[in-house]
């Protein structure tokens, strides 16, 4: 039976050995918060800098078609002109990659769950869509384009929530979020680089015959292969397979999850826990405000260049101007996160930091064509509201499954929702309204952000009420409720 804890982050409290009054505390005075410590601190040092350089390619790979996007246009050697694609050639292609992510995350998931060591999974769709990106620095046509960027959408839509399944195993509820945040945190430093990678290979547009796209896709596609064999050899898969741990303290890491949830448990659920997950209602309320989500996401991550490029810069220099958004958009998810989970109080931060987002959307809206430092400013505030919200909002999905064994199946189905807010994304920017400044682009993402503030704030009241309630979980066991 679950524990009732007014403060669900006991972590840093407890390990140091201060007295906490609480009814866990109480209940839980054989376990070895010095020791649970000491493990997590081995276990930073093995999963999480891997896992964060790996969501980093998986993001720079998701992104880079942006730049490529707007890259060297001047001298009509961007990728839409050399491969005769249009702008809604463009949104149709990356609609079918994000189609792709929706379709395939699930089963992603699944087959890690049930079939295959989660190194071995996450190592083969590394390689797979490296492969691809490599192959597409010879891109000649928009049908190519479009065919290898679905096939790439399809082996990258399992890899961030084989990432949080991979958190979930190793890592106790109250010890996740700020460790998700780190790897979530590094998709805006993937921004970052991008811009910063594109703005280098630009400079070299014409080298060995190669415009500076082809030449973005080879060395990230390079970069991508040559991880593959670190991710086999360094992250550990689950406490019983781990070569570091003594058997004790294989036993101990496995014990320690058994409280609410997470370690690797091949279980199947029941068709209830199932259905609960997928469609219960606020469990759907989740899935529907992580789309409205991604809709600003999805703004950032495949038009920042060519929303900046609209503000009056050229392509090259625009990839260097993405940059700062990025920057702004990581420390904040940091901060927000580590706070959210300290002080169990996700609802509230994802409504404040959706709040001050959907303002900076809001005002670039009404500022119009003109005004283009200040709009400029408006999206690095904007970027409050986009990235920072993505990790809590996820750790929140695991915290309150239906059911313990359904984690990954609503982790998969959260972030394949991922999928329709990019699709969205891709038709909001009207190239015909850039000199207007976009307005449909930032008041649908306004909107969105606004949506995400108000859904969070219910679901926090949901929560609080469920808890004074007692409401039990799908398998009739008493569950605390994360706020």
């Known amino acids: 039976m679950e524990k009732i804890e007014p403060q669900e982050h006991l972590e840093n409290t407890l390990e140091e050995g201060k007295t906490v009054t609480s009814l866990e505390d109480t209940n839980n005075e054989g376990f070895d918060y010095q020791r649970s410590k000491l493990l997590n601190r081995r276990l930073d040092v093995r999963i999480i800098p891997l896992c964060c350089w790996l969501y980093l390619l998986n ?95 399809i082996f990258e839509a399992g890899f961030f929530p084989g990432i949080v399944y991979v958190i979930t195993i190793w890592y106790r509820h109250n010890e996740r979020a700020v460790r998700i945040a780190l790897v979530i945190a590094f998709c805006n430093l993937a921004g970052a680089f991008g811009g910063s990678i594109a703005y280098g290979l630009g400079k070299i547009n014409g080298t060995a015959q190669l415009e500076g796209f082809r030449w973005l896709f080879i060395v990230e596609g390079i970069i991508t292969i040559l991880s593959v064999l670190p991710t086999l050899l360094i992250l550990p898969d689950y406490p019983a397979r781990a070569k570091f741990l003594s058997a004790d303290e294989k036993t101990f890491a496995e014990d320690r999850l058994k409280e609410r949830g997470g370690g690797y448990n091949q279980e199947h659920a029941s068709r209830k826990e199932i259905l609960d997950t997928c469609f219960r209602p606020r469990m759907l309320l989740h899935y529907i405000a992580y789309i409205a989500n991604v809709v600003t996401q999805g703004s950032f991550t495949f038009l920042t260049p060519t929303i900046v490029t609209g503000l009056g810069y050229e392509s090259i220099q625009a990839q260097l101007m993405t940059v700062p958004p990025w920057v702004v958009g990581f420390f904040a998810a940091i901060i927000v996160s580590y706070s959210a989970d300290r002080f169990n109080a996700r609802g509230a931060h994802i409504t404040a930091i959706s709040v001050i987002g959907g303002a900076g959307w809001l005002t670039a809206g009404l500022l119009g064509g003109n005004h283009k430092v200040q709009r400029y400013a408006c999206l690095c505030v904007a970027a409050i509201g986009s990235f920072p919200a993505a990790p809590s909002m996820t750790n929140w999905v695991t915290c309150n499954t239906p059911s313990f064994k359904t984690i990954a199946i609503a982790i998969a189905i959260h972030n394949s929702s991922a999928g329709v807010g990019q699709v969205i994304s891709q038709w909001i920017w009207r190239s015909s309204e850039a000199e207007k400044g976009y307005p449909t682009g930032n008041f649908v993402c306004a909107s969105c ?35």
């Open 449 to 483: 952000n606004f949506f995400v503030a108000i859904v969070a704030l219910i679901l926090r009241l949901k929560y609080a009420r469920m808890n004074r309630k007692g409401v039990k979980d799908s398998q009739g066991e008493k569950r605390v409720w994360s706020y």
């Open 59 to 153: 993001f720079l790979d998701r992104g880079n078609i942006g730049n490529a996007r707007v890259l060297n246009s001047e001298t009509g050697d961007s990728l839409l002109q050399k491969t005769n694609m249009g702008a809604d050639g463009y949104a149709i292609t990356v609609t079918l990659f994000s189609i792709a992510y929706t379709l395939f995350e699930v089963p992603s998931n699944w087959i890690m769950k049930h079939y295959v060591r989660p190194s071995v999974w996450l190592a083969t769709l590394l390689g797979c869509w490296g492969a691809l990106t490599l192959g597409f620095a010879g891109v000649k046509n928009y049908p190519t384009v479009v065919v290898l960027r679905l096939f790439i959408g």
